[in-house]
């Protein structure tokens, strides 16, 4: 019977923990190889690209600085936030995860930049230096403005969730007074009439 093409050999269930090892090894060495990948290039040519826009224009550095702070601090956060909301269905909260980490990309590469200590860093503040002057002072205000929009928000957002409980409360409140009310004249004319 063991020889018999019929009969279906015992496979391997699809989550076994040697096919998590397995997978979990991989994308461990994909994050790590992606890393100093990202590290050597990255910020060098976030650099480049912020310093061809802004061409040496301060104001404008600042300008651009600010909006793209503000922007790329705020859409991943609601991101974030979204992904948050999906926590029970980990597909769509892990697809808001990473459009949160696509749209934090910019702040993300000037943080590498600004933080960094290797060549690439070094190269992508001398070339802000020159190229962006303002983009690194005025990220950092939009970043601390796009944080306020986001929590501010958040604040404007719960409060207006909390004034319609408080309304949806107070007309229950009326309705059961405005009850007892009818039922306490009701009585009075039952006692009346009695």
Same mark, same amino acid.
């Given at each position: ?21 397995? @997978?979990?090894? !991989? @994308? ?33 550095? #600042? ?18 936030? !979204? ?6 269905? %980990? ?10 980490? !696509?749209? %934090? ?28 002057? #303002? ?5 950092? @205000?939009?970043?601390? !403005? ?49």
């Amino acid at each position: 019977m063991g020889d018999d093409p019929l009969v279906l050999q015992e496979a391997e269930p699809k989550g076994s923990a040697k096919t998590k090892l397995i @997978v979990g090894a !991989i @994308v461990l060495a994909g994050l790590g190889f992606g890393y100093l990948i990202g590290a050597a290039v990255i910020p060098r040519w976030w650099a480049q690209k912020i310093g061809d826009i802004i061409d040496g224009r301060l104001f404008f550095g #600042g300008f651009m600085g600010v909006v793209i702070g503000a922007l790329c601090t705020f859409l991943p956060l609601v991101s974030l936030r !979204i992904a948050w909301r999906f926590r029970k269905g %980990a597909k769509r909260a892990l697809t808001m995860v990473v459009v949160a980490a !696509i749209l %934090a990309f910019p702040n993300l590469a000037l943080l590498g930049i600004v933080t960094g200590s290797g060549n690439a860093a070094h190269a992508g503040e001398r070339i802000l230096d020159v190229d962006g002057p #303002g983009f690194r002072g005025g990220s950092l @205000v939009g970043v601390v !403005i796009g944080a306020l929009m986001f929590f501010g928000l958040g604040g404007l957002m719960w409060s207006r969730r909390r004034n319609k409980r408080q309304a949806h409360d107070l007309k229950g409140d009326a309705k059961a007074r405005k009850a007892a009310e009818k039922a306490e004249e009701k009585a009075a004319k039952k006692a009346a009439n009695d």
